[in-house]
C-alpha cells in the first residue's frame, strides 16, 4: 500500500487539484492507495482570522466566512460536471452551516479556546477533501471518504495535542482490514481526543497524518507531494544552479530540514522514519521530473556532501566573563534559563577555555531571552564575575550537510575558504557531534551571496567561474562595451573558464538588472524599459542583491559615479575603471582606494585612464617590480591632440581641421575642453603615480594646445576665435618645420619634474612619426637608455571598450 499527500499548494485551486487527482488516479492503477490532502492554500490562515474576529465581535468575520464558502463552491463549479455537483454542493453548504453556528457562539461569548480554534480550523481540510472525493465520483473511480478524527487520537500534554500512537495504529489497521477499497480519501491535519473532541497536529499536521498512516500499516512508500522538485542542494530562490538530491538519509534530511529546509518537516515524518519506510518528494506540477527519495541506507554517491541549507532572522545570545572558567554548573544554569523561558536554541558554540558561551536563537525571542539570562546570572554579573549578557541581531545560519562528513578532509577548509575569498565574516562556527553538518553564522546581508559562494565551491562543475559585471554609463564606451561582451561571449567561456554575465547597466536616470544577464537589444531600449533610477540606487541595488563574484566598470566620466568606489571596493566589489578622475583626483583619494583594494583582496584596474587600450599602466608596473628605475617618459596621450597636430599643414586653416574632428567624435562635444589640454594633465598626473612620483596635478607645468586667450569665452565663439588667431598658430607649426622637427603635445615625466606642453620633436625622437589619432609612450629606464615605446590607437570608443573589457577579465580571474 501507497500514501501520497499533497501539501496546500499542491490543492490550492480546480486546476491544481485536477492535477493532484490525476497523479493519484494513476497511483492507485499500481498499488492501493492512502490520498491526504491539506487544505486548500490560504484557507486555514483564513478560518484562524474568521475565528479571532468573531471572538472580538467584529462582524466582519461573516463576510471572511463568505468569501471561503464561496471560493470553495467556485471550485465546484469549475472542475465538478453539473450532474455530478449537487452531493459535494450540499455537504459543502452543510459544512459552512456548521461552522458558521461555531463562530456565532464564540462571537457570543467572546472567547476563542484552543478547543473551539481547533473545531475552526478542522474545516479547512474537510472541505478539500470532500471536494476531492467527489472528483474522483465524478470520473467513475471508486473511493471512500475516511474521517481522520475517528482514527488518530490526541492526548493532552502541557497544553499540547500529543499523538497516541499506539490507539492511531490499532485504529487504522482496523479500519483498512475491514475495507476493500483500492483508493482512501483522507483529511490531513485534524485528528480527535479520547471524547470525541476535534484536535489538530500542528505545523506540518497533514505531513504527520500521512506518516502515521504509513507507519500504521507499514506502506511500501511515502510519497510528499509539493511545488518543488524535490529536496535541492540549496534554496532554488538564492541558487537558480541548484540541483534536485536524488538520494538522501533520514539522518541528512533531518539536518537539512533543521536548519532551514522547509520541504519536510521533521517531527511529522518521525513515524515513517521509525519504520524505515521510503519517503519520496515529488512536485505536483512537474510530476515525470526529477523527485528525492529519503531512505534508510541510500546509494553510494561520489557527492559526499547532500546540500546546503540555512536560516534566517537569527539572534546571538553570548555569556562570558572569567568567573565562569572552571566552575561546574554555569552551562547547566545557562541552558536551563533559556528552557525555563521556553526558548528554542539553533545552535551551540562554546570557546574550549569556558570563559564564553554563544548560542543562536530566534532572533525574535532575543530580547526575552537576554533578559532571562541576566536574570539567572544577577548576583554574578553584580560582583563583576559574570558580564551582562550580549544580545546580537540580524544574523543568519548555513549549514553544510553530508553524512560521510568526518572521512572528508579538507571540507570546513573549503566551506571557510570560499567565504574568506569573498571577504565574508564568520561570526561563529559550530559541527554537529555526528559530524554530519558543519554551521557558519554570519551576517544576514551576506546571506544569499554566502548560500551562493558555497554552493559554488561544493556543487559547481569546478571549470566556469561565473562573475557579475555591473556597468555604469551608456555612452559611446559604454555601448560597445556591451556588444564586445555579448559578442565575445563563447570565446571568454572557452579561453578563460570564465562566464562573465552582464547583471547591471546604469545610465543618469535609467538601470536593468538581471542575473540572468542582458543582451544589446535590451541594453539598446534602456531609456523605455529600464527602471528609474541613478547610480546611487544602482549601487543600493547590487549590494542588496550581490549574487556571488562581482565587478564593477565604470564608463562614465562622473565624478558622482567615482566617489561610489570605496563603497564598492569596501563590499568586496572589484572595480574597473576609464574614468580618470579618481585616479588623477588627490594623492590620499586616491591612495586610500588602493590601499582598500589591497585589504579586501579585489581589483582596482584603470589600465585605460592613460592610453586607451595601450598596456601602459601594466607595463611601468612591471618593470618598476622587476627592479627597474624610471628616468623619464615621454608621452603623446591625446589622440585627438595628436590627429590636429599631425594633419595640420596650413591648407586649411586649425579651425577646419577641429570642425571635422569634432564631426569624426575625435573630441569632446566641447572642443575646448581638448584643447586645454586637461585631460593629457589627469593622464600625466596618472603615469606620474605610477612611476612613482606622488604628484598632485596642481605640481605639473601644464600648457594648452592653442593659445589661450581662444580658450577665453563661451563655446559657440571658439571656431571664430580660432580663425583669429590662425596665423600666431601657423607661425607656431612653421619655426618647428624650418628645423626639421615635428610639432607634438607631449606629456613628460622626470624625477625632477613633469609637465604637459606643445614641443617640437627631432626627427630621432621615436614621438616625431606618430600620427593620426594614435597614442605613443616612450618609457627610459637606466637598462633601457633609449627606451621601450607603446605605440597604438588613442581614440576611440571601440578600443577603449577593448581596454575596459581586458581589464575587467583580469579582475574576473
Wanted: aromatic share 6%; with cysteine.
Amino acid at each position: 500500500m501507497q500514501i501520497l499527500k499533497f501539501g496546500g499548494s499542491s490543492v490550492a485551486n480546480g486546476n491544481n487539484i485536477l492535477k493532484a487527482v490525476s497523479i493519484t488516479a494513476q497511483a492507485s492503477l499500481r498499488d492501493k492507495t492512502i490520498m491526504v490532502s491539506s487544505a486548500i492554500a490560504g484557507c486555514t490562515d483564513k478560518l484562524i482570522q474568521t475565528a479571532t474576529l468573531a471572538s472580538l465581535k467584529d462582524p466582519n468575520y461573516k463576510g471572511l466566512a463568505k468569501e471561503l464558502e464561496e471560493s470553495h463552491i467556485a471550485i465546484i463549479n469549475g472542475i465538478i460536471p453539473a450532474d455530478f455537483r449537487g452531493i459535494p454542493m450540499v455537504k459543502c453548504k452543510a459544512l459552512f452551516t456548521e461552522l458558521r453556528g461555531i463562530l456565532e457562539g464564540i462571537c457570543l461569548l467572546g472567547e476563542l479556546t484552543n478547543s473551539s480554534l481547533d473545531l475552526v480550523m478542522s474545516f479547512g481540510e474537510l472541505l478539500s477533501t470532500t471536494i476531492i472525493s467527489a472528483k474522483f465520483n465524478s470520473q467513475g473511480i471508486n473511493n471512500v471518504w475516511t474521517d481522520s478524527r475517528s482514527l488518530v487520537k490526541t492526548f493532552l500534554h502541557n497544553s499540547s495535542n500529543l499523538v497516541d500512537t499506539q490507539a492511531t495504529y490499532m485504529n487504522i489497521k482496523n479500519y483498512l482490514a475491514s475495507n476493500g477499497t483500492r483508493l482512501y480519501i483522507v483529511p490531513g491535519f485534524i485528528a480527535s481526543d479520547a471524547t470525541g473532541k476535534t484536535t489538530t497536529l500542528g505545523r506540518g499536521g497533514s505531513d504527520y497524518t500521512a506518516s502515521l498512516f504509513a507507519a500504521a500499516i507499514n506502506a511500501r512508500v511515502l510519497e510528499i507531494w509539493t511545488d518543488v522538485d524535490g529536496m535541492m542542494t540549496a534554496d532554488p530562490r538564492l541558487v537558480p544552479e541548484a540541483s534536485t538530491i536524488e538520494h538522501i538519509s533520514y539522518k541528512e534530511a533531518l539536518e537539512l530540514s533543521h536548519f532551514g529546509a522547509k520541504v519536510v518537516y521533521p517531527p511529522t515524518i518521525q513515524p515513517a522514519i521509525k519504520k524505515g519506510i521510503p519517503i519520496m518528494v515529488r512536485n505536483t506540477f512537474n510530476p515525470d521530473g526529477p523527485y528525492t527519495v529519503i531512505e534508510n541506507s541510500p546509494p553510494d554517491s561520489r557527492d559526499k556532501i547532500r546540500g546546503i541549507s540555512g536560516s534566517t532572522q537569527i539572534a546571538l545570545i553570548s555569556l562570558e566573563g572569567s568567573g565562569m572558567v572552571g566552575i561546574p554548573g554555569y552551562s547547566a544554569r545557562f541552558f536551563t534559563s533559556l528552557a525555563t523561558a521556553q526558548i528554542n536554541i539553533v545552535l551551540i558554540t562554546q570557546a574550549s577555555s569556558l570563559h564564553t558561551m554563544c548560542v543562536a536563537i530566534e532572533e525574535k525571542v532575543a530580547d526575552k531571552a537576554g533578559k532571562a539570562v541576566d536574570a539567572e546570572f544577577a548576583y554574578e554579573i553584580s560582583l563583576g564575575k559574570v558580564n551582562p549578557v550580549v544580545v546580537e541581531k540580524g544574523f543568519s545560519i548555513i549549514s553544510l550537510v553530508g553524512d560521510d562528513m568526518k572521512n572528508q578532509s579538507g571540507t570546513g577548509g573549503k566551506m571557510f575558504t570560499a567565504l574568506g575569498d569573498a571577504g565574508i565574516n564568520i561570526r561563529a562556527i559550530a559541527q554537529g557531534s555526528s559530524e554530519r553538518n558543519i554551521s557558519v553564522i554570519v551576517g544576514t546581508k551576506d546571506y544569499p551571496n554566502s548560500i551562493k559562494l558555497i554552493h559554488d565551491r561544493f556543487f559547481g562543475n569546478g571549470k566556469i567561474d561565473k562573475v557579475y559585471l555591473y556597468v555604469a554609463g551608456y555612452g559611446t564606451v559604454g555601448k560597445e562595451l556591451v556588444k564586445l561582451i555579448n559578442e565575445r561571449k563563447p570565446t571568454i567561456l572557452s579561453q578563460d573558464n570564465l562566464e562573465l554575465v552582464l547583471a547591471g547597466l546604469c545610465t543618469s536616470s535609467k538601470m536593468i538588472l538581471s542575473k540572468k544577464g542582458i543582451t544589446t537589444s535590451q541594453a539598446m531600449n534602456i531609456r523605455e524599459t529600464g527602471t528609474d533610477g541613478d547610480v546611487n540606487m544602482f549601487i543600493r541595488q547590487i549590494l542588496s542583491e550581490l549574487p556571488g563574484k562581482a565587478v564593477f566598470a565604470d564608463c562614465t566620466a562622473s565624478g558622482s559615479v567615482a566617489s561610489l568606489y570605496r563603497e564598492l571596493l569596501d563590499n568586496n566589489i572589484s572595480v574597473v575603471t576609464c574614468n580618470k578622475i579618481a585616479p588623477s583626483a588627490s594623492l590620499h583619494t586616491w591612495n586610500t582606494l588602493k590601499s582598500i583594494s589591497a585589504k579586501k583582496g579585489v581589483c582596482l584596474l584603470y589600465e585605460t585612464t592613460a592610453g586607451a587600450a595601450l598596456p601602459v599602466v601594466e607595463t611601468i608596473a612591471k618593470l618598476i617590480q622587476s627592479g627597474e628605475k624610471i628616468t623619464e617618459v615621454q608621452a603623446i596621450l591625446s589622440g585627438t591632440l595628436n590627429y590636429l597636430y599631425s594633419e595640420y599643414n596650413g591648407k586649411e586653416s586649425f579651425a577646419t581641421l577641429v570642425k571635422k574632428a569634432k564631426e569624426s567624435g575625435y573630441t569632446e562635444p566641447d572642443p575646448s575642453v581638448d584643447l586645454s589640454g586637461a585631460d593629457v594633465l589627469r593622464k600625466c598626473t596618472i603615469l606620474a603615480r605610477e612611476c612613482g612620483f606622488p604628484l598632485e596635478q596642481e605640481q605639473i607645468e601644464s600648457e594648452p594646445a592653442v593659445p589661450a586667450n581662444i580658450l577665453d569665452g563661451n563655446t559657440d565663439g571658439l571656431t571664430e576665435r580660432l580663425e583669429q588667431e590662425e596665423k600666431a598658430i601657423m607661425s607656431i607649426f612653421k619655426e618647428s618645420l624650418s628645423k626639421g622637427e615635428n610639432m607634438r603635445y607631449i606629456a613628460r615625466i622626470t624625477p625632477h619634474g613633469c609637465s604637459v606642453k606643445p614641443l617640437s620633436i627631432p626627427p630621432e625622437n621615436p614621438l616625431y612619426h606618430v600620427c593620426g589619432t594614435n597614442n605613443s609612450i616612450t618609457i627610459i629606464t637606466h637598462n633601457y637608455p633609449n627606451g621601450i615605446t607603446i605605440t597604438g590607437a588613442g581614440a576611440g570608443a571601440r578600443v577603449t571598450a577593448g581596454g575596459v573589457l581586458n581589464d575587467i577579465l583580469k579582475a574576473s580571474l
